[in-house]
């Protein structure tokens, strides 16, 4: 590492250490003073390099407070704080620990395996991978039995927090459908930490609410929700990081002795991969998501369709979404955007509707490595090195001129600069 470099690293270092609340770590202090449930899978990564053991509690907090159909929320409110709406007693999921009553992106599979590849100590690695083994396989069950009924062999995610793309072009058409009527009045705190102009709108948040709402009706029983949900949309990136983290997680089971275990979740994660395949797009040589009450593809090229490289997908798939990601660059100055720079409903400093995200950056990078598009992925390191040394430690990025945007000191860009780093 030359001088610079070193800096940079101290200061990742800093914004982990500062954001840690000893059993997990809060995404940024202000905006979000929770444990979030793939920031924390992801940051693990990072704090693995300074500190394994600490590493692996990340991942144990957020588990513990797994709900006994298997989900893991996509939030948990360990100590409260009005500092952030909707806050636990808008959830009232009535847990011993209050949570969110929806998921997130699961990546842990795909973490736990990385950090167990890479533990100084097997013995100890091993010991604390075969108690969350049971686990995150206890979340893919849930995942194929509440959110694929009919058995299509992908997920969908009923509300766009779990995509963790809140405000994607992707979800506008399906949910222009969510209706309004009797959200109860409510007063935002993330404008209050970050510029407005980089958020979801008022019109977003009103049917984020209402399907709060509708979820809290139902008891947050998920054998109802889905059903019941006004929006399903099957997200190629959401069930790509399913795929790899069944993928992980069986390669795991296998090392560790659990066949079984194993067998299952390379079943289902070939079967996603075989079912992913209809989502692909010729026109925009990427995947799309589909909508599931209309069974139509959504015509809006996104992120969430480049991820998918972070599966085991088809080669040509690979090289195809490499030559497409090459397209988008050539349009801004950083990588990757969030969204299409091509489509006209591209906003380049509004949230995941353009915007440049680091954890995207590395799990792309990541994906076409393994698929041999070396020169791409080292593309995207670079780029997401040169936006840290001109904008610090963002949530994410102006992709056109690498502005920082949303809250500053942010914990998991910092765990996954260490990963570039390291
Ligand atoms: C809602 C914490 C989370 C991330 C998401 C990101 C944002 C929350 C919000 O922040 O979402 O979950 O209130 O905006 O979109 O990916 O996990 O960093």
Redesign the pocket.
């Known amino acids: 590492m030359n001088q610079q470099t070193e800096k940079i690293y101290e200061h990742a270092l800093e914004v982990l250490k500062e954001n840690d609340q000893g059993s997990y770590t809060v995404?940024t202090k202000g905006l979000?003073p929770f444990q979030?449930n793939?920031?924390s899978c992801l940051t693990a990564l990072g704090q693995f390099h300074y500190d394994e053991a600490r590493a692996w509690t990340e991942i144990e907090t957020l588990f513990a407070n797994q709900w006994p159909d298997g989900m893991v929320p996509?939030?948990v409110f360990h100590v409260y704080s009005d500092g952030y709406f909707p806050g636990p007693n808008v959830w009232d999921t009535r847990r011993p620990t209050p949570t969110s009553g929806i998921t997130?992106p699961p990546v842990a599979g795909f973490a736990i395996k990385r950090l167990y590849d890479r533990a100084t100590d097997k013995a100890e690695a091993a010991r604390r991978a075969r108690a969350l083994l049971p686990r995150i396989d206890a979340w893919h069950r849930w995942f194929y039995e509440m959110r694929d009924p009919g058995h299509e062999g992908l997920v969908a995610i009923l509300h766009p927090?779990e995509s963790?793309?809140?405000n994607s072009i992707d979800w506008d058409e399906a949910f222009e459908r969510v209706p309004t009527d009797g959200v109860e009045p409510y007063v935002r705190r993330?404008t209050q930490h970050a510029d407005p102009a980089h958020r979801p709108t008022k019109a977003q948040y009103d049917r984020y609410l209402y399907l709060v709402q509708l979820f809290r009706s139902l008891g947050w029983d998920n054998a109802r929700l889905h059903d019941a949900s006004p929006f399903k949309v099957v997200d190629p990136g959401f069930n790509a990081i399913l795929i790899r983290s069944a993928m992980d997680l069986a390669a795991l089971a296998d090392e560790l002795g659990e066949p079984e275990l194993a067998a299952r979740n390379r079943a289902r994660a070939e079967n996603s991969l075989a079912a992913l395949e209809t989502l692909w797009s010729d026109k925009h040589q990427q995947y799309l998501c589909r909508d599931r009450v209309t069974g139509q593809l959504i015509d809006s090229a996104s992120i969430g369709g480049i991820l998918p490289v972070f599966a085991a997908v088809p080669k040509a798939r690979a090289e195809a979404i490499a030559r497409t990601i090459e397209r988008w660059a050539n349009e801004v100055k950083y990588m990757v955007p969030s969204h299409d720079p091509a489509d006209p409903r591209f906003e380049p400093k509004r949230y995941?509707r353009a915007p440049a995200w680091l954890v995207m950056n590395y799990m792309i990078q990541d994906g076409l490595r393994s698929a041999g598009e070396t020169a791409m992925a080292d593309r995207i390191v670079t780029s997401s090195l040169e936006l840290i040394t001109q904008s610090g430690f963002a949530e994410y990025y102006d992709p056109t001129t690498g502005e920082p945007c949303g809250g500053g000191r942010f914990t998991?860009t910092a765990a996954m600069v260490i990963e570039f780093l390291e």
């Open positions: 995404p979000y979030w793939w920031d996509h939030i997130q927090w963790g793309r809140d993330d995941w998991w």
